[in-house]
């Protein structure tokens, strides 16, 4: 299925991935649920909101930051204390260095704990199954059946069969002849 350009655009923001659009699609979504229900009038609501938004990571996309901005300056414009009002996490991190993509690593796995069991599983399986293509190899090279490892061999061994039979018949048979020669001559 191909890409379109407006299938990766959301709210003004261009994402590399469909998937990672659709990520942004269903935050507006819940952005929409939220301005309906959330009272801005009421700062200790929108605090708790907010709070429960960053601790269980309900938005993770440049659309959903956005949205706790602006929860943010409502806050701080109903005189919440800037103290109380934590700053927007990010989840990720914006430069090249191998300091940094080694501590993303390191998050997925804390993050994730449950990928870790599923990632030795593979490289068992993966052991496992390198394992038995390397002993179905050497069975077919050391098998007596011709097969696309030796067919090579079986069939030369073949001929040499034939031609070692042909000459030792050609041997016999000269033997022979030469034997009646003989007695003709007697």
Known sequence: MEKREDDLVVEGYRFATV?????????????????????YRRPQNVLLVYNRAVDN????????????????RELLKWGVP????????LYATF?????????IRLSVAQRH?????????????????????VAMVLFAWNSDTPNIINYRQ?????????????????QAVREEKR???MQKIE
């Open 57 to 72: 990571r309900v938005f993770l996309t440049p659309v959903g930051f956005s949205y706790l901005q602006k929860m943010q």
């Open 113 to 133: 704990p449950e990928y870790q069991g599923r990632f030795v599983a593979s490289l068992l399986v993966n052991f496992v199954l390198v394992v038995l293509v």
């Open 19 to 39: 998937a990672d659009a659709e990520t942004a699609r269903m935050e507006l979504k819940k952005i929409e649920n939220l301005e309906r229900n959330l009272d």
């Open 179 to 181: 034997k009646l020669d």
């Open 82 to 89: 800037a103290d109380k009002v934590r700053p927007v996490p």
């Open 154 to 170: 079986a069939i030369e061994n073949e001929y040499s069969a034939w031609e070692q039979e042909l000459t030792q018949r050609e």
């Open 95 to 103: 430069s090249n260095k191998t300091a940094n993509s080694r501590s």
